[in-house]
Nanobody
């Protein structure tokens, strides 16, 4: 089992940047994939990005070219760098792992003002 704690959210103007962090309670080396989801008010939770142990990354179309997911195994942390933020990026952002270490974090709020 692993616990995930997100941080780094906040209020930013459109066009600004934020970096979210997802800190795991144990080593993430053996966790095949770690990802980010988000849930906007009144909408379903949607997948945003995933990174594998090999460093392969995937993004939902709406964030390609603006968001970058990365992992630091030494710090047991996954990051989501978000640039050129838009009001439609406003949501609670959650970190997630799959498989035997499946878990969700508690989320961090990102608000982008126009």
């Amino acid at each position: 089992q692993v616990q995930l704690v997100e941080s780094g959210g906040g209020l930013v103007q459109a066009g600004g940047s934020l970096r979210l962090s997802c800190a795991a309670s144990r080593s993430i080396v053996s966790i095949n994939a770690i990802g980010w989801y988000r849930q906007a008010p009144g909408k379903q939770r949607e997948w945003v990005a995933t990174i594998t142990t090999g460093g392969n990354t995937n993004y939902t179309e709406s964030v390609k070219g603006r968001f970058t997911i990365s992992r630091d195994n030494a710090k047991n942390t996954v990051y989501l760098r978000m640039n050129s933020l838009k009001p439609e990026d406003t949501a609670i952002y959650y970190c997630k792992t799959w498989g035997a270490a499946a878990a969700w974090g508690q989320g961090t709020q990102v608000t982008v003002s126009s």
